[in-house]
């Protein structure tokens, strides 16, 4: 007869695949930013020629076969003028099958720059703010495409600190809000431009679309050479913990999110403290700290009780 599993079996398994998803959702949002630059050159070429004979004399013969590519794509999925203008964007205002997505950063600047609020773009806010409230700061760990790089940093970093005495600055998480009114003043003074600076997801999103659509450059990959250099030289996942004003909003709006991770005291081992370092936000499960926790299921995987678990706030 088969063995029951048992409810700390069960913890275990949910756990696991925390992190994995995490790296397959983010991956998934870099290969939607790489499909809305093409997206975008497609339309381009549309709108301008219309014919494919027409765009190889305009491009060459590699662009004629994209073009050919994307164009069989769309029509599959309806009117591939309609299909290309539902999707696109990017990190900082996005469309997905029509269904608007507003960085919160973003309608700041635009309303501290005295601009308009489309309900479009009003709309878009609702999903990022909603997400926050029921779950924290998930956007880091499941969307934001910046945060592979971070990871990967962060586990680089990790290796290192074997053979070399790496820096941990830790700075005051109000730093954040400095960037957010600092950036915000930037923009009003030089244009939302500023923020393909100084957010680290829009400046993946940038550099990707320059790469792609436009086969440029974009200044913003030296700002993500620099964040990463940040959290290489001054402290692990220093630029999430400290200075993107994105990560602190959401924290902020979703401190009291209706899912958090959750601890079984009874179970928790006194002198372990394993939680607290594994956690690349620098929340601590272990004093029941969960602001800023973004689900990304390190802690859980790594608890030696397995007393650490996801679920409604109020219940244990
Ligand atoms: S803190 Fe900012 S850069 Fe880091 S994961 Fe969150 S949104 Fe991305
Ligand atoms: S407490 Fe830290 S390690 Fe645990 S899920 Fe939250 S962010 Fe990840
Ligand atoms: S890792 Fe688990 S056992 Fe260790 S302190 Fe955290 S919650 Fe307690």
């Known amino acids: 007869m088969g063995r029951s599993i048992s409810e700390g079996e069960v913890v275990m398994k949910a756990t696991n695949v925390l992190l994995p998803l995490s790296i397959v959702t983010r991956l998934g949002v870099v290969l939607l930013l790489c499909f809305f630059a093409m997206?975008?050159?497609y339309l381009n070429y549309k709108t301008a020629y219309n014919n494919p004979r027409l765009v190889e004399l305009a491009s060459g013969k590699s662009v004629r076969v994209f073009y050919e590519a994307t164009d069989a794509i769309f029509d599959f999925l309806g009117d591939p003028i309609e299909v290309a203008q539902?999707?696109?964007?990017?990190?900082?205002?996005?469309?997905?099958?029509?269904?608007p997505f507003t960085d919160p950063?973003?309608?700041?600047?635009v309303f501290a720059k005295g601009g308009?609020?489309?309900?479009?773009?009003?709309?878009?806010?609702a999903v990022p703010v909603s997400l926050a409230l029921i779950f924290g700061r998930v956007f880091c760990a499941y969307v934001c495409p910046a945060s592979l790089a971070f990871y990967t940093m962060f586990r680089i970093r990790h290796v290192l600190e074997k053979w070399f005495l790496l820096p941990d600055l830790k700075l005051n998480r109000?730093?954040?809000w400095g960037v957010l009114i600092?950036?915000?003043?930037?923009?009003?003074?030089?244009?939302?431009?500023v923020w393909s600076?100084?957010?680290?997801?829009f400046a993946v999103g940038q550099t990707l679309f320059h790469g792609i659509a436009m086969g440029t450059l974009s200044i913003s990959l030296g700002s993500i050479v620099f964040f990463a250099l940040l959290d290489l030289f001054f402290g692990p996942q220093f630029t999430c913990r400290y200075v993107c004003p994105t990560g602190r909003l959401l924290g902020f709006i979703g401190r009291r999110s209706l899912v958090s991770v959750r601890r079984d005291a009874n179970r928790c081992i006194d002198q372990c403290n394993t939680c607290a370092e594994v956690c690349p936000m620098n929340v601590s499960p272990k004093l029941d700290q969960t602001v800023d926790c973004s689900l990304c299921g390190a802690c859980l995987t790594m608890?030696?009780?397995?007393c650490l678990s996801v679920g409604n706030r109020g219940e244990k």
């Open 86 to 99: 539902s999707n696109g964007g990017m990190t900082w205002s996005i469309r997905v099958l029509g269904v």
């Open 182 to 193: 600092g950036g915000t003043g930037a923009a009003i003074w030089a244009g939302h431009g």
């Open 303 to 306: 608890c030696p009780s397995n």
């Open 197 to 201: 600076l100084i957010l680290p997801y």
């Open 105 to 109: 950063v973003a309608a700041i600047s």
């Open 116 to 125: 308009s609020w489309t309900w479009g773009f009003v709309l878009g806010l």
């Open 174 to 176: 109000g730093f954040a």
């Open 39 to 41: 997206m975008t050159e």
